[in-house]
């Protein structure tokens, strides 16, 4: 199995900054996809940033371009989110998120953290 742990969420005025991180442990070969997602009560899911080692590139909402940044340590299996310039509708729970090959003969499944609550209110 693996495990996702988030921490780095709380409250913030807006304009100010928060940075989200995601450790991965457990039984890992290889992970591609690292990112963050987030949900508001009553709409779904939606990517936030995503790092993905197949294709090497990342993928940011729209919303979020130029304010949020995505790093990754692959020696240390984790994920990060800078989010600057935070805005009131930033605000909701954000999950991590990987794809993870447990050993080389499987095929790679996704898992998620339990979840950080960001709130941006003044």
């Known amino acids: 199995q693996v495990q996702l742990v988030e921490s780095g969420g709380g409250l913030v005025q807006p304009g100010g900054s928060l940075r989200l991180s995601c450790a991965a442990s457990?039984?890992?070969?290889?992970?591609?996809?690292m990112g963050w997602y987030r949900q508001v009560p009553g709409k779904q899911r939606e990517l936030v940033a995503a790092?993905?080692?197949?294709?090497?590139?990342?993928d940011y909402a729209d919303s979020v371009k130029g304010r949020f940044t995505i790093s990754r340590d692959n020696a240390k299996k984790s994920v990060y989110l800078q989010m600057n310039s935070l805005k009131p509708e930033d605000t909701a729970v954000y999950y991590c998120?990987?794809?993870?090959?447990?050993?080389?003969?499987?095929?790679?499944?996704?898992?998620w953290g339990q979840g950080t609550q960001v709130t941006v209110s003044s």
């Open positions: 790092d993905i080692t197949r294709g090497g590139r990342t």
């Open positions: 998120h990987a794809t993870v090959r447990s050993n080389w003969r499987d095929s790679f499944a996704a898992y």
């Open positions: 457990g039984s890992i070969y290889s992970i591609n996809v």
